[in-house]
């Protein structure tokens, strides 16, 4: 089955910094890439997701960039601000009906 | 915009006894899945239902059960409660099959005493 591996599990930024996460996958066939961010004890919120047939993908500060390839996508957070702290999950989406398949998490957290 | 509705936010339950967790898709949503997260994990899928067939199955114990209804609802029903069963349930919805954002309700926490 698909596994997924993402790093670093924590990252620590200064607020005006970026921010970038990894994500490797194993199934060629996956096909569906998105990225959720998690404040604690609350649900994961879709922040940005690509599709195979797309490289780069970009929403204001947030971007993901995807190498089809390698099989390794990845989470680019500019001018972070101390809200943008939380866990976020990458995820892939995998089979017809595309169950999401996630990585371990990032817990990112942005000093003012 | 409306979201996903899950009920009841929170359940206390003890061992051996049953549960059942409600999920409410987006409107116009024809696919639920469900996910379980334990403490300081990542989501794990579980199961999902499209047009009100089970469309996939992921690590859901034999214990746990789940069905998709004519309005689109979905209920787990779970039974012979471990304490290991102790998680955050999410339920997510998307339209069609496919590359469709999954979007997720606000969990019920189980706690089993």
């Known amino acids: 089955g698909e596994n997924v591996e993402q790093h670093p599990s924590t990252l620590s930024v200064q607020e005006g910094d970026s921010a970038v996460i990894k994500c490797t996958y194993s199934?060629?066939?996956?096909?569906?890439f998105p990225w959720y961010k998690q404040e604690l004890g609350k649900r994961p919120q879709l922040i940005i997701d690509i599709r195979s047939n797309v490289g780069e993908k970009k929403d204001q500060r947030i971007a993901v960039t995807l190498n089809k390839t390698a099989k390794h996508f990845s989470l680019h957070i500019t001018e972070t601000q101390p809200e943008d702290s939380a866990v976020y999950f990458c995820?892939?989406?995998?089979?017809?009906?595309?169950?999401?398949?996630f990585g371990a998490g990032t817990r990112l957290a942005v000093h003012p | 915009a409306a979201g996903v509705i899950q009920s009841p936010r929170h359940l206390i339950k003890e061992k051996r006894e049953t549960a059942t967790l409600k999920c409410y898709p987006i409107p116009r949503h024809d696919t639920v899945y469900w996910y379980q997260q334990g403490p300081g994990q990542d989501p794990q899928f579980l199961i999902s239902f499209y047009e009100k067939m089970q469309s996939d199955k992921g690590s859901i114990p034999d214990r746990f059960s789940a069905q998709q209804f004519s309005d689109y609802h979905s209920e787990l029903n779970m039974s012979s409660l471990e304490l290991g069963d102790s998680a955050l349930y999410f339920c997510?919805?998307?339209f069609g099959q496919g590359s469709q954002p999954q979007h997720f309700g606000d969990g019920t926490r189980l706690s089993i005493l």
């Open positions: 997510a919805s998307s």
């Open positions: 995820a892939v989406g995998t089979g017809g009906y595309n169950k999401l398949i």
């Open positions: 199934d060629s066939a996956s096909n569906y």
